[in-house]
């Protein structure tokens, strides 16, 4: 058995490295459009899975998508709901579950914000790229996304619901 580490080669670091700055820099500059709207990212991001959930969520399967906790997602969703751009109700059915539901006043300001964040990632990633390089990045991406969906119950398997 081998216990010496397996260092990056010169490809893959520069390859993490990029991807660290997208993560350090990019993600940042991404919140700028939120910020005016005293939201973060990853509260837009409940918006949207929430818009594209047409009968709503329940909490669990929202917090298994986004990879939250329950109490994370709870803190987020107080936020949402205080806005007026979420409500959350008992299901009928089964009264020890929550759903979620975007709000017409939620679905307008998705829509308002939406297409400012489009922009904000077409100006930070794909307009760099030309379609062989943005098709090279979905797949590379693609797979590590499978992946990290197969270790984390409920998270994104990849190519999942449009969020921006």
């Given at each position: 058995?081998?216990?010496?580490p397996?260092?990056?080669d010169?490809?893959?670091?520069?390859?993490w490295?990029?991807?660290?700055?997208?993560v350090?820099?990019?993600f940042p500059e991404?919140?700028r459009?939120?910020?005016p709207?005293?939201?973060?990212h990853?509260?837009?991001?409940?918006l949207?899975?929430?818009s594209?959930?047409e009968d709503?969520?329940?909490?669990s399967?929202?917090?298994?998508q986004?990879n939250?906790?329950?109490?994370?997602?709870?803190h987020r969703m107080r936020?949402?709901v205080?806005?007026g751009?979420?409500e959350?109700?008992?299901?009928?059915?089964?009264?020890?579950?929550s759903?979620?539901?975007?709000?017409?006043?939620?679905r307008r300001?998705?829509e308002q914000v939406?297409?400012?964040?489009v922009?904000?990632?077409?100006?930070?990633?794909?307009?760099?790229?030309?379609?062989?390089?943005t098709?090279?990045?979905?797949?590379?991406?693609g797979?590590?996304?499978?992946?990290?969906?197969?270790t984390?119950?409920?998270?994104p398997?990849?190519?999942?619901?449009r969020?921006?």
């Amino acid at each position: 058995m081998n216990d010496e580490p397996r260092w990056l080669d010169d490809t893959e670091q520069h390859a993490w490295l990029s991807l660290l700055a997208i993560v350090l820099v990019g993600f940042p500059e991404l919140e700028r459009t939120f910020r005016p709207h005293g939201l973060v990212h990853v509260e837009y991001g409940l918006l949207a899975a929430l818009s594209n959930a047409e009968d709503g969520l329940r909490l669990s399967d929202l917090a298994g998508q986004m990879n939250m906790s329950a109490s994370r997602l709870s803190h987020r969703m107080r936020k949402l709901v205080d806005l007026g751009y979420v409500e959350i109700s008992g299901d009928a059915c089964d009264g020890r579950v929550s759903i979620a539901r975007v709000t017409e006043a939620g679905r307008r300001f998705a829509e308002q914000v939406a297409p400012a964040h489009v922009a904000d990632v077409r100006r930070l990633i794909f307009d760099h790229l030309d379609r062989d390089q943005t098709a090279a990045l979905a797949d590379a991406l693609g797979a590590v996304a499978g992946k990290l969906g197969d270790t984390c119950p409920g998270a994104p398997k990849g190519l999942g619901a449009r969020s921006v």
